[in-house]
């Protein structure tokens, strides 16, 4: 049994669960099956998430294949998965600081251009930006709706899956 952090009592009670992973900046991420530890004295959780790098890029490959636009905080959560802070992402893609943060913007949200977005989205999946990311398009069908992505992802066999 391990000992709480934050009180020191010895007496955690421990399973797993479904977990909704808020922390990693998206609304709708719920990870399956989780080892969550409960301390009965002072109520501490503690949530045990493997894997994490190769969650943070599942749920961002997953990203890039949602048909819709993408909402400020999966933009948000793209530019971190690429370790990029917004200035790097405004020089990358030669636009101000302030635009980028219009694009992330929940309140005063200014939808990324198309061009931008593909961009952003072949960055993920290729690693480096491709020469003609107008030729895919088409491929990914972008609509105008800005819908959240709701996600369901489970730990199983080592990796990273989305289980819906």
């Not at 990870?31 to 790098?53: H, K, M, N, T």
């Not at 930006?129 to 819908?147: F, P, Q, V, W």
Request: glycine fraction near 6%; hydrophobic fraction near 35%.
């Amino acid at each position: 049994m391990m000992n709480c952090f934050d009180c020191g009592k010895d007496k955690l009670s421990e399973g797993k669960e479904n977990y909704r992973y808020m922390e990693s900046g998206l609304p709708n991420v719920l990870l399956r099956d989780i080892l969550v530890r409960r301390c009965p004295d002072c109520g501490a959780e503690f949530v045990s998430i493997p894997a994490i790098e190769d969650l943070h890029r599942t749920i961002a490959m997953i990203l890039v294949d949602k048909s819709g636009k993408l909402t400020p905080s999966e933009i948000r959560f793209m530019r971190k998965s690429l370790g990029w802070s917004g200035s790097d992402l405004a020089r990358k893609f030669h636009v101000s600081p302030s635009q980028v943060s219009r694009w992330e913007s929940e309140s005063s949200h200014q939808p990324m251009g198309k061009a931008n977005e593909l961009l952003l989205r072949a960055a993920i999946a290729y690693g480096q930006k491709i020469d003609n990311y107008m030729d895919h398009a088409e491929e990914l069908k972008l609509t105008k709706d800005s819908a959240p992505l709701i996600l369901t992802l489970s730990h199983t066999g080592g990796e990273w899956a989305n289980a819906a």
